[in-house]
């Protein structure tokens, strides 16, 4: 069977995903807590894209020394092949599905009424330390890293548009959505200058939200401490502040995998299914506005 029509079989990608995230977190491991400092941020070989959204951080969780990725087809357009053995890892993307009357047209039927509904799909793509015989030629040049973390921090803060108001007259990190602004604690009441813009980024990213911005739901709606809608806002924001921190090559200096806050979110990835694939979706937007880098969906195909 082609790996890359494995979506044709009727599966619950949904599902698919965030079970793998579930068995990451029982296992200790918390998927968007991964760095990429070392190894890259995960990509795809040849198109050169970067991988978004909830597919960055299963691809991060595998741990390879290189972040470089390849699909089966690609793999055997260049000649290589896939290790004995060794297996690929999903990766999901959107599908506009042209439909009328609830059935799928085909792609060729324009003279139809039809409406457009995306579906989630989804195909595999290997590690290149999965691979063999691929020609040197293809791989990128080693990086070299001259920028200053910190400096990298303070122009994803200053290059925002239309930034809110970053205040620090309390000793609270908190974002006031009617009045559209940010208030952090001084920059000297934190353990590192790294921990203070992580937290600075997780306010970023909830003011994403404000009507004039991403007008988003689970921001307006998150009035009630542990509602679905507040518990969804709170994993966007930590989603698009470790996407942040990871941007801008900064490492929080305390990293939350306590067995209260993995179970937390196992509590709610168990009872839906859509949880955390929505979240990295919004997390990307989140992300992309603050960056100004807009002009890719959250998942797109590489």
């Not at 009617?178 to 813009?197: A, G, H, L, Q």
């Not at 966007?236 to 929080?252: D, K, M, Q, T, W």
């Not at 989140?286 to 960056?291: H, P, S």
Request: hydrophobic content about 35%.
């Amino acid at each position: 069977m082609n790996v890359n029509n494995a979506a044709s079989i009727k599966l619950d990608v949904y599902q698919l995903v965030t079970d793998q995230i579930i068995t990451l977190l029982e296992k200790g491991t918390i998927p968007w807590k991964q760095p990429w400092s070392d190894a890259g941020i995960p990509r795809n070989l040849l198109s050169k894209r970067a991988y978004r959204g909830i597919n960055l951080w299963l691809l991060l969780s595998l741990g390879f020394e290189k972040n470089l990725f390849l699909t089966w087809e690609q793999i055997k357009s260049l000649g290589g092949s896939v290790n004995k053995g060794e297996k690929g890892q999903i990766v999901i993307f959107w599908k506009s599905s042209k439909k009328e009357n609830g059935e799928e047209q085909p792609e060729e039927n324009k003279e139809q009424q039809t409406k457009t509904k995306s579906l989630l799909r989804y195909y595999k793509v290997f590690n290149v330390a999965q691979c063999n015989n691929l020609p040197e030629s293809i791989f990128p040049p080693a990086e070299i890293k001259d920028h200053s973390p910190i400096i990298t921090c303070e122009n994803i803060v200053s290059g925002m548009t239309d930034c809110p108001a970053i205040k620090h007259k309390e000793p609270l990190a908190y974002y006031h959505i009617e009045k559209d602004y940010i208030n952090m604690p001084k920059r000297n009441s934190f353990s590192s200058i790294e921990s203070y813009y992580a937290t600075l980024f997780h306010e970023l990213v909830h003011s994403t939200g404000h009507e004039k911005r991403l007008n988003r739901v689970t921001l307006s709606e998150m009035a009630e401490f542990g509602s679905d809608a507040y518990s969804q806002e709170e994993l966007i924001a930590e989603l698009g502040s470790c996407f942040l921190v990871n941007h801008a090559g900064i490492l929080p200096t305390v990293i939350e995998n306590s067995a209260a806050y993995i179970g937390g979110w196992l509590e709610k990835f168990k009872n839906d299914k859509r949880f955390v694939v929505e979240a990295s979706g919004q997390a990307q937007k989140a992300a992309d506005i603050i960056l100004d880098l807009t002009a890719s969906p959250p998942f797109k195909k590489s």
